[in-house]
């Protein structure tokens, strides 16, 4: 049955069938309704005719169900059942909020931010839920356009490359270069990118990729006027550490993305040259109404504590910086 054919059947009609089958007769039924009884019984034979089955056998005092409308029942229990569970999902304005959001957000920053959202959502809107999406950094973008997701937490940069989203920065955090425990560099209270610059490097993005150079780490090492030498890109952070314990080269990546990996073999050192960070932002959809479930998220997410950093080298955490903007 297509769509159309839908329009063939009221919703009165439904309704009246299943309350003369609850309630036990067609006049328990119309009182239930606030109906007449004559109503009820055109309701019911409407349904009949357009199904083209008897629903009810009306020889019988109260009316029973005939086999085929106990078959026809439990479909109309259930229309009714879905009607009742929108009409609740979809709240009359200063009522509860219902509903769920697609929260598009890269791992380390998942690990960090969502069990406190969680917390904070269960406590102020304890029925709107939260269905994570967690995907590479330059997969999320994508995603928030495709309508995949409602809301994105990703990195400024690499850039989306549309109009039609807007973001607001959530905190910043320093860049970091990652070296065996080793390496002459792991006891240095701190380096230049000058220095990191004639290395081997490794690095986020994937090897081949454009979008690889617009990475806060190329990026970095672009405004400063340096050609780093990249031996390796990878978009797992621990695989990073993995290639840097082995003696495969220096990494130089964000500080939130130590926190969630193994530092067993190396050590992180502080970068001292400026424009060293990258900006994590919340970003959403300009071209499309803002729902008051969305809004709710965003303004939860927006006040959410700036992520804890991993240990430098002194073993002192290092803390993100909550931005300042409105």
């Not at 269905?131 to 495709?146: D, I, K, P």
């Not at 209270?189 to 490097?201: G, I, T």
């Not at 979008?211 to 978009?235: C, W, Y």
């Amino acid at each position: 049955m297509d769509l159309a054919q839908m329009y063939r059947f009221r919703l009165d009609w439904i309704a009246s069938f299943v309350a003369v089958a609850q309630y036990g007769g067609f006049s328990a039924a119309a009182a239930a309704l606030y109906r007449s009884q004559p109503r009820v019984s055109i309701h019911v034979a409407e349904l009949e005719r357009a199904l083209g089955v008897r629903l009810f056998n009306r020889s019988v005092h109260p009316a029973v169900l005939t086999p085929e409308g106990r078959a026809a029942m439990p479909h109309a229990q259930a229309m009714l059942n879905h009607l009742q569970e929108l009409a609740a999902g979809a709240p009359a304005a200063g009522g509860t909020l219902r509903g769920e959001i697609r929260l598009a957000i890269y791992p380390s920053a998942s690990v960090s931010l969502v069990p406190e959202l969680l917390v904070r959502l269960g406590e102020a809107h304890p029925h709107v839920r939260v269905v994570l999406r967690e995907n590479a950094t330059t997969v999320l973008g994508q995603m928030l356009l495709s309508g995949e997701a409602d809301l994105a937490v990703r990195p400024v940069n690499p850039e989306i490359g549309s109009d039609r989203v807007a973001y607001t920065v959530l905190w910043r955090e320093p860049l970091v270069a990652v070296v065996a425990a080793d390496h002459p560099m792991a006891s240095e209270p701190f380096v230049q990118l000058a220095e990191l610059a004639d290395m081997h490097l490794v690095t986020i993005g994937e090897d081949e990729d454009p979008v690889s150079t617009q990475f806060e780490t190329t990026l970095s090492f672009d405004q400063a006027g340096l050609n780093p030498h990249i031996v390796h890109r990878t978009n797992q952070p621990q695989t990073l550490v993995a290639l840097v314990r082995r003696g495969l080269g220096v990494g130089v990546t964000n500080s939130l993305a130590m926190t969630t990996s193994n530092l067993d073999g190396v050590r992180l050192v502080p970068i001292a040259d400026p424009h060293c960070h990258r900006d994590v932002a919340l970003w959403w959809r300009t071209d499309q109404q803002c729902s008051p479930v969305t809004t709710a998220v965003k303004e939860l997410v927006a006040e959410l504590p700036a992520p804890p950093l991993a240990a430098v080298d002194n073993d002192v955490p290092a803390v993100c910086e909550r931005s300042q903007q409105p």
